[in-house]
């Protein structure tokens, strides 16, 4: 696990979380604010992905819809922030591209580093420009139920920080089709996201 932040440190660490947040439920929330609390990240920012090369866009809500719905979810914790830096940038889009644009924008004092379940972990070689990423990024991989195993190239990686964060499988494709059903699903959203998606009428 990430060692904690070291008093007087310039640097400031933040976590991105990528995701579609289709809609941003508790499993997020606890995962991002067990990171602030128990890393040495600073802050964790959720980059709301517009269209990722891996998934379709069938189901997704528009991209300003799930920026508020995950702008509302995090209202109450200062060290999360709700990030729209996607949305600007030429699609299809990939992580390298975003963590590039973001050092040219933000400059130096900034560290940026990736969030990541551990199933991601097991296909992060596919992704483009993975070396190049490790190269200059640290990873931060929480544990999920998955199938298949760790490449052994990202075993013992200096990079690689796997986080003790509790297991979280709940999954946001769930919540949709078990909402649009009928059921009450109100306990695996945050209050501000059940009410934002039950007045919307969102996943009818």
Known sequence: MAGVKQAGSAMKKIGLFFGTFNPIHIGH??????????????????????????????TLLDDHHRYQMVFEAISDYPKLKASKVEFGLPQPNYTINTLVHLEEKHGKGIKFCLIMG?????????????????????LYVYPRVSQGS???????HPRI???????????ATFIRK??????????MLPEHV???MDEMNFYR
């Not at 606890?30 to 069938?58: C, G, M, R």
């Not at 920080?161 to 999954?171: K, L, N, T, W």
């Not at 078990?178 to 699903?185: D, R, S, V």
């Open 29 to 58: 929330l606890v995962i991002a604010n067990y990171l602030v609390e128990f890393s040495d990240l600073d802050e964790v920012w959720f980059v709301i992905t517009p269209k990722s090369p891996f998934k379709t866009k069938q």
């Open 118 to 138: 551990e199933d991601n972990l097991k296909t992060f070689h596919k992704w483009k420009n993975y070396e190049v990423i490790l190269e200059n990024h640290e």
């Open 150 to 156: 760790v490449p052994q190239r990202f075993e013992g």
């Open 161 to 171: 920080h796997h986080i003790d964060a509790p297991i979280m499988e709940i999954s």
């Open 178 to 187: 078990q909402h649009k059903a009928g059921k009450n699903i109100r306990p």
């Open 194 to 196: 059940w009410k934002y």
